[in-house]
């Protein structure tokens, strides 16, 4: 079983619409998770970090659900910029270890 | 903000040639690089972790004689691809710890995309 499982899509959404993505992890030992943003053929750019308590930045809320091993990404009011892929991460340890991706869900906004 | 630098962007070469990939932490310390390697439309998956000073760790299934990283100082590590050949062919990209007190303390670089003909 991967260590990170995403819906792979496409997601193809107007301008405006709100979109979710989901995620599930199979270590409950992870400690640490993130969602990354990857634009076509470009590194991975933190887009959040994911806390228990569930967060929000902007149009973006995050939430995690550790006795699921689920997390998910929300996005509201949807742009052109958004279209990109979108990772979701997690590290197992409190200290930097290494990163275990999943294999990302790619997101299209059209006019 | 921590930096870190890959070179080259992109590259393209025969089989059989070796192709080396550079990773510089430009205004920090990285004493540990994590190099990925990401196939058209799959995720990013961690080849192996190279600790200054130290042999690197290679996950299971990657040749460490085929793929020679070096770290031999705290702001630079590489990654030659040796003996290249068609299935190489992928996104090469390396990650640094940037703030061991902070969660969210990656830094990566910016890819290389190899082409082996």
């Known amino acids: 079983r991967k260590e990170v499982e995403q819906d792979p899509g496409p997601f193809n959404v107007p301008e405006g619409a709100t979109v979710a993505f989901n995620c599930t992890y199979s270590?409950?030992?992870?400690?640490?998770f993130f969602w990354y943003r990857q634009d076509c053929r470009k590194e991975p750019k933190l887009l959040m970090s994911v806390y228990s308590s569930g967060n929000e930045d902007g149009r973006f809320t995050a939430q995690l659900n550790r006795a699921s091993q689920y997390i998910s990404l929300l996005i509201r009011d949807s742009k052109l910029s958004d279209s990109a892929t979108y990772l979701c991460?997690?590290?197992?340890?409190?200290?930097?270890?290494?990163?275990?991706f999943g294999r990302g869900t790619q997101l299209t906004v059209w006019p | 903000g921590a930096v870190v630098s890959q070179h080259p962007s992109w590259v393209i070469c025969k089989s059989g040639t070796s192709v080396k990939i550079e990773c510089r932490s430009l205004d920090f310390q990285a004493t540990t690089m994590f190099w990925y390697r990401q196939f058209p439309k799959q995720s990013l998956m961690l080849m192996a972790t190279?600790?200054?000073?130290?042999?690197?760790?290679?996950e299971q299934g990657v040749e460490k004689d085929k793929f020679l990283i070096n770290h031999a100082s705290l702001t630079l590590s590489t990654l030659t691809v040796t003996s290249a050949h068609p299935e190489d062919s992928s996104f090469y990209i390396c990650s640094a710890n940037t703030d061991r007190g902070r969660s969210n303390g990656y830094t990566f670089g910016s890819g290389t995309r190899l082409t082996v003909v």
């Open positions: 190279s600790n200054e000073g130290s042999k690197a760790t290679y």
């Open positions: 991460v997690v590290s197992r340890g409190s200290t930097l270890g290494r990163l275990y």
């Open positions: 270590n409950s030992a992870s400690q640490s």
